[in-house]
Nanobody, 124 residues
């Protein structure tokens, strides 16, 4: 059974950091493009970042550029999202997703498999 499990969310003060992890089971991530999305209450889902199969190409939504870093460790079958200088506007449920075909994208409709999400709350 193909499964993605996110972890690492929590409550953090503005300016703080968190590292999210997305672990895959039932398949290997080597051949998949991976992305992080988020959805805040009352808002549409937003693509945050994506990374190519080899890790050489990354994309970020403008609002997180310079603060978030996506990376992957294919040996551990895990993808990470390092989030620094967090703001209250970053509060959302964060999801990882994979697509087997195609290039990096921040369009959620391009992704085939999703995790269950992890809550990130940035508040003082």
């Amino acid at each position: 059974q193909l499964k993605l499990v996110e972890s690492g969310g929590g409550l953090v003060q503005p300016g703080g950091s968190l590292r999210l992890s997305c672990a895959a089971s039932g398949f290997t991530l080597d051949n998949y493009v991976i992305a992080w999305f988020r959805q805040a209450p009352g808002k549409e889902r937003e693509g945050v970042s994506s990374i190519s199969r080899g890790g050489g190409t990354t994309r970020y939504v403008d609002s997180v550029k310079g603060r978030f870093t996506i990376s992957r460790d294919n040996a551990k079958n895990t993808v990470y999202l390092q989030m620094n200088s967090l703001k209250p506007a970053d509060t959302a449920v964060y999801y990882c997703a994979v697509r087997q075909f195609g290039a990096t994208s921040l369009n959620g409709e391009m992704y085939d498999q999703w995790g269950q999400g992890t809550q990130v709350t940035v508040s003082s």
